[in-house]
């Protein structure tokens, strides 16, 4: 058990390394867990497989830094990024040692000997979470280092490599962007299939955590209809009555430093990435124009923000992760998410009375008792702009700004075109641009002769 736990921690695919890493990588027959409560242990391990980079949140526009807290960061490649600069960057390792993890379990896992009068739900719940751990960070991989998926093109952008398998020997190739989720979406059904209902604990994936995946990865092809269906799914399972009510100071305490405990009731799955020093509370402001966005009714004015003092005065800094942590990004699913992709989907669609009360659901949850006037009929255009808004602050600091950028970047009056100022410059992410991808590190590309984004 220890040395397959040293593999999964110190091997690298070989896309994710030089020939001289490889030497390193310990063979896989020694690698041998005895049991399925071996392979138990290791989905509970969260630094194998609810950990991801910081990247996605470093690249949104929730927040800024001043010139002297940029200057101070010493990593050239996170100031590079927060400028979209598109530098290489860790976050190519951290995401295939997820793949590679997943697919430990995947090959080690029939190799055990059970007794499946008792363990058949065992053996398919760890096989389920496989596929859905290779998925959700294919997911997260295809959101940095490929384009936005657009149908037109989809058949030819250049994806991601899709790896199935531990074998460094298998070459490193870029699928298609259609590949890609493609490749994703189904590691997704396999998984609803074998995953239960109820799970040990929320940092492993149940049904409503494959579904509401689902529904994220149809949301950025642009396939409403199917996201819509998984989003309803996951909320049917999961259940509307696990929506925290910000009134009750039974569920969060708004001007406490950390509001929201880890593993709230409304998180469906659980995982977190480390933060990094140009997005911690010292240095990353919200952005103006989104704090000022909040009415004064509005729970979430308090319990997601801190106000700063001192020099930093006049500026806030954002405390509300659903992680539960000052140093930690919630990169999970919640039930809030779901809620507002059903609503988005629902105009989409033309079912303007359920986005309307999937709206009213969440926001007379979010504001003080007695002031919240509920949404009633709109036209589509006042009632998606609207959804789009309140996905916009309910959702800030879990990746999903970045994603949101990307797949509507085509269409600025729901996305706006997000810019940063930096020592009287002006840099702005305009729609079709190629810095909505990021470089793969240089020595990937040399080892395996893949294309390198353009």
Not at 67 to 77: A, L
Not at 157 to 181: F, H, L, N, W
Not at 315 to 336: E, R
Request: aromatic share 12%; net charge negative; proline share 4%.
């Amino acid at each position: 058990m220890k040395k397959i736990l040293m593999m999964m921690f110190c091997s690298v695919i070989c896309f994710c390394s030089c020939s001289s890493f490889l030497d390193k990588v310990p063979d896989n027959k020694l690698a041998i867990p005895a049991d399925l409560y071996d392979l138990s242990l290791l989905l509970n391990n969260p630094l194998l497989f609810t950990n991801l980079p910081y990247v996605p949140q470093v690249l949104s526009d929730d927040y800024y830094v001043t010139v002297s807290s940029f200057n101070s960061v010493t990593d050239e490649k996170v100031r590079d990024l927060y400028l979209w600069q598109r530098q290489e960057n860790e976050g190519w390792n951290k995401l295939y040692q997820g793949v590679y993890n997943a697919n430990v379990l995947l090959e080690e896992l029939p190799k055990i000997s059970y007794d499946p009068s008792k363990e058949q739900s065992e053996y398919d719940r760890i096989y389920g979470s496989a596929l859905f751990f290779r998925a959700f960070y294919h997911f997260w991989t295809a959101q940095l280092y490929c384009r936005p998926f657009r149908a037109a093109s989809a058949e030819t952008d250049q994806g991601i490599p899709i790896r199935t398998g531990t074998d460094i020997a298998v070459p490193t190739v870029r699928s298609t962007v259609k590949e890609s989720y493609d490749a994703i979406i189904a590691d997704l059904m396999a998984a609803v299939a074998l995953l239960p209902v109820e799970v040990p604990t929320r940092t492993q994936p149940g049904k409503a955590a494959a579904y509401g995946l689902l529904g994220r990865v149809f949301l950025c092809m642009g396939d409403y209809e199917n996201s819509y269906r998984y989003a309803d799914s996951c909320i049917g399972l999961f259940g509307e009555d696990q929506l925290l009510d910000f009134r009750s100071t039974a569920d969060i305490t708004p001007t406490a430093t950390l509001p929201f405990s880890a593993l709230n009731r409304e998180v469906i799955f659980h995982a977190i990435g480390y933060s990094n020093v140009i997005i911690n509370q010292g240095a990353a402001k919200i952005d103006t124009v989104l704090y000022t966005s909040y009415d004064a009714n509005d729970i979430r004015k308090t319990a997601y923000f801190r106000t700063n003092t001192g020099t930093n005065a006049g500026s806030y800094a954002f405390k509300g992760s659903y992680a539960g942590s000052a140093t930690s990004i919630f990169f999970g699913i919640a039930l809030d998410e779901m809620l507002l992709m059903r609503a988005e989907t629902a105009v989409r669609l033309g079912s303007y009375d359920q986005a309307v009360s999937d709206l009213n659901t969440l926001l007379v949850k979010r504001w003080k008792q007695g002031t919240y006037i509920p949404y009633t009929a709109m036209d589509r255009e006042g009632l998606l702009g609207d959804v789009m808004k309140e996905r916009r602050k309910e959702l800030l600091w879990r990746g999903l700004r970045w994603m949101d950028i990307r797949r509507l970047d085509v269409d600025s009056d729901l996305i706006g075109t997000p810019t940063r100022m930096m020592s009287d410059k002006v840099y702005r992410l305009e729609a079709g641009s190629e810095r909505l991808t990021i470089l793969i590190p240089q020595t990937v590309i040399n080892y395996s002769n893949m294309q390198q984004n353009p």
